[in-house]
């Protein structure tokens, strides 16, 4: 006898799992995306998400099979449901300073159209702090007629996944969990007791959201350091990671590396989503400014790019660029906010022809991208790195120089060696280091 009925709305990196370890356990999941190609291929037992993701293929083929998981465009399921958690992206429109909420506010008003009298409603996405209270209960209430707290119950536990750890995190990771009133939140902790190993913390709605807002924008603020450290490492003419190996050997030292840029759904807007809950009565200044820095991070990578094409007696107008990397995480297929393809922007304002490579991300009609290593690589002026895959720890340097116009490598993701590259006959540029000219034999 399956343990309840449970829908998931969004069927995305956080959804799918929570769907698929739900089902596992013994409940009756039904999975809702308004992507049909999506919902087609998870009720032919296949996991739309690619790149390293271990073992979510294996346990969506079983759930599926098994009868405990579908997936439906409709909100039609939700009627039966016991528990209906929440999980749509919650983008930030930094123009604008608020966040763009069109798809919370499109499942909220579908599920209260159809929750039934004593259901629990969970919000896994990530949201500014007060959204729960202010915008989910209003609209659940209005569009079901119902109260929260007596109807209904009402709930926020913001997930705390990442792409290549997705069951891993959601099992073995503490989890905060808060409620409108106290039944909700002892309801909502003893629902995520079924999948969660780590401990359940119970608090209220509003703190939960504080709680995962403030750990990403505390982790960009980290990461800004890192990136700034690395600026200044370069014009001083030092290597910062050896800076930084140096820093983090010293008692309760633990700086962040430095790179490319800040991408995925969650650090580039998840400290705007705290700022906002405060608007109108406090102006950060860190965290802004933290976000300024990672901001400008791929804009820096094509001054490296432009820098080394120009030390060659290159026109710009006209080289061509091969970007390794399109997932903003090593052995992912994530793209949100990719730092790959804002460089992509930047090097194409200055009359630079682009192609990008990443062995885990299809093509799609916004960009295109090449799986074919050599393909991508050949008669290129210079490679940028911007994706630290496994694939590129093992780039043959001779093969790859054979194949390009101009030996110029561009390393945004410390996964070369300088000595080599340099020793092999590349000029090398990389966040965080000195120059490197090529020294020919």
């Not at 405060?278 to 820096?300: E, F, Q, T, V, W």
Request: net charge negative.
């Amino acid at each position: 006898m399956a343990l309840g009925k449970l829908c998931v709305v969004g069927l995305g990196y956080v959804g799918l799992p929570v769907a698929a370890k739900f089902a596992e356990v013994g409940f009756n999941v039904a999975g809702i995306d308004i992507v049909k190609n999506k919902v087609t291929l998870i009720n032919e037992g296949k996991s739309p998400i690619e790149g390293n993701e271990p073992d979510l293929a294996e346990l969506v083929a079983k759930v599926v099979s098994d009868g405990s998981l579908r997936a439906f465009t409709s909100y039609e399921s939700v009627k039966d449901a016991d528990f209906v958690i929440i999980v749509v992206e919650t983008p930030f429109d930094n123009g604008a300073h608020k966040p763009i909420y069109g798809a919370l506010i499109s499942a909220t008003k579908s599920v209260g159209q159809h929750i039934k009298k004593g259901v629990l409603v969970i919000i896994e996405s990530t949201v500014a702090p007060g959204t729960v209270k202010n915008i989910v209960q209003p609209l659940l209430e209005s569009e079901s007629g119902m109260v929260a707290g007596t109807d209904f119950m009402l709930a926020t536990a913001p997930e705390r996944v990442m792409p290549g750890k997705l069951l891993h995190n959601l099992v073995h990771m503490d989890r905060v969990v808060g409620g409108i009133d106290e039944a909700s939140t002892s309801k909502a902790v003893e629902l995520y007791k079924h999948i969660v190993k780590g401990h359940l913390y119970p608090v209220d709605s509003t703190t939960a959201e504080v709680v995962k807002t403030v750990e990403n924008a505390y982790r960009d603020v980290q990461i800004a350091f890192a990136n700034e450290i690395a600026l200044l490492c370069e014009n001083i003419g030092v290597d910062v990671w050896q800076v930084r190996d140096l820093v983090n050997r010293a008692p309760s030292r633990n700086m962040h590396l430095p790179g490319a840029g800040v991408g995925g759904h969650c650090l580039p807007k998840d400290s705007w989503l705290l700022a906002f809950g405060a608007k109108g009565k406090y102006k950060p200044k860190l965290i802004s400014l933290a976000r300024d820095i990672n901001d400008a991070m791929p804009a820096h990578m094509s001054d490296l790019c432009e820098e080394a094409l120009q030390s060659h007696n290159l026109r710009l107008h006209g080289s061509n660029v091969t970007i390794l990397g399109v997932a903003y995480l090593e052995n992912s297929d994530d793209t949100r906010n990719s730092p790959a393809l804002i460089l992509k922007q930047n090097l194409e304002v200055l009359g630079i022809n682009t192609t990008l490579h990443d062995p885990h991300v299809k093509s799609t009609d916004t960009f295109r991208v090449l799986s074919d290593f050599e393909e991508a690589v050949e008669n290129s002026d210079c490679v940028a790195i911007v994706t630290a895959h496994d694939e590129y720890r093992k780039i043959d340097l001779d093969r790859l120089k054979g194949l390009m116009r101009t030996p110029i490598l561009v390393d945004g993701r410390n996964v070369l060696d300088p000595d080599e590259c340099s020793h092999k006959g590349f000029s090398f540029r990389a966040i965080g280091r000195p120059i490197r000219n090529a020294r020919n034999h």
